[in-house]
């Protein structure tokens, strides 16, 4: 059983930026691939970035591309993703994620294993 609780999240103004950090407890986070989603209000769902268990293989959405970046820290069970020039469509709940590594590194969320409970993140244009 992995537990992750995301943080980071808040309201942040057009152009701003934002570091939002999940942290996992329960099995070490080596073991994981890790992926960020969101969902913003009356939308699906949807991949935001992923990364690879040793950080090898990294995956954006073409809608975050250029603007963020996602990394981890695996002494410390942790994963972050870096979000600059964000807009008001950015504006969602952000959802951690741990898919086993055997599996992939997947941008889809159905191979997840474990999920945050999500933070808030608001641009306000």
């Known amino acids: 059983q992995v537990r992750l609780a995301e943080s980071g999240g808040g309201l942040v103004q057009a152009g701003g930026s934002l570091r939002l950090s999940c942290v996992a407890s329960?099995?070490?986070?080596?073991?994981?691939?890790m992926g960020w989603f969101r969902q913003a209000p009356g939308r699906e769902r949807e991949f935001v970035s992923s990364?690879?268990?040793?950080?090898?293989?990294?995956y954006y959405a073409d809608s975050v591309k250029g603007r963020s970046t996602i990394s981890r820290d695996n002494p410390k069970n942790t994963v972050y993703l870096q979000m600059n020039s964000l807009k008001p469509e950015d504006t969602a709940v952000y959802y951690c994620?741990?898919?086993?590594?055997?599996?992939?590194?997947?941008?889809?969320?159905?191979?997840?294993?474990?999920w945050g409970q999500g933070t808030q993140v608001t641009v306000s244009s």
């Open positions: 329960g099995r070490t986070l080596s073991d994981y691939t």
């Open positions: 990364i690879s268990w040793n950080g090898g293989t990294i």
């Open positions: 994620a741990a898919e086993y590594f055997l599996k992939g590194v997947s941008t889809d969320e159905k191979p997840y294993d474990y």
